[in-house]
């Protein structure tokens, strides 16, 4: 597992204030993507405003019509709403899911917290079944973790 590697170039990432928020997110989008070959898509989605659902901010992997997702709809949909991660193994087991690919056979969402408020999550696609463990999670939460703090400063 390249987690412990890729932290200080996700923190370098994180840490440049001469790129915006949104470049710096696309850039780890694209550090998780290219480094961890089960990866195949990987987006930040946010709470849209005060909107009950969530906007897609930043990405790495193919185009996704679903730009806007609902809450309580799909995985990501799922997650705004229980504000606890969501790994699918098997995507097509579940009857909540939303297909952004064909290709998809897993996905992982954790959700983002800032102060105590769930205010987005990371997604990540795979087309690899049930790739995912435990220590994609706590990747993920110490991802989100980072981000937080750019997000606050």
């Known amino acids: 597992m390249p987690f412990q590697k890729l932290k200080p170039e996700i923190k370098t990432i994180l840490e440049d204030e001469n790129l915006s928020i949104d470049h710096r997110l696309s850039q780890v989008c694209e550090v998780l993507k290219?480094?961890?070959?089960?990866?195949d898509w990987v987006g930040?989605?946010?709470?849209?405003?005060?909107?009950d659902e969530l906007k897609l901010r930043s990405f790495a992997g193919e185009p996704?019509?679903?730009?806007?997702?609902?809450?309580?709809?799909?995985?990501c949909g799922q997650v705004a709403v229980s504000n606890k991660n969501f790994v699918v193994p098997d995507v097509k087991a579940q009857n909540?899911?939303?297909?952004c690919s064909i290709h998809v056979k897993a996905e992982i969402v954790v959700p983002l917290f800032l102060k105590g408020e769930n205010?987005?999550?990371?997604?990540?696609?795979?087309?690899?079944?049930?790739p995912f463990s435990r220590e994609d999670e706590e990747f993920l939460e110490?991802?989100?973790e980072k981000v937080?703090?750019?997000l606050k400063a």
């Open 64 to 75: 996704t019509d679903h730009t806007i997702i609902p809450f309580g709809k799909g995985i």
């Open 142 to 144: 110490w991802v989100n």
């Open 148 to 150: 937080a703090e750019v």
């Open 96 to 99: 909540n899911y939303i297909a």
């Open 119 to 130: 205010i987005g999550q990371i997604d990540i696609d795979s087309h690899t079944p049930d």
């Open 34 to 39: 290219e480094n961890i070959p089960y990866y």
């Open 44 to 51: 930040f989605y946010f709470k849209n405003g005060d909107k």
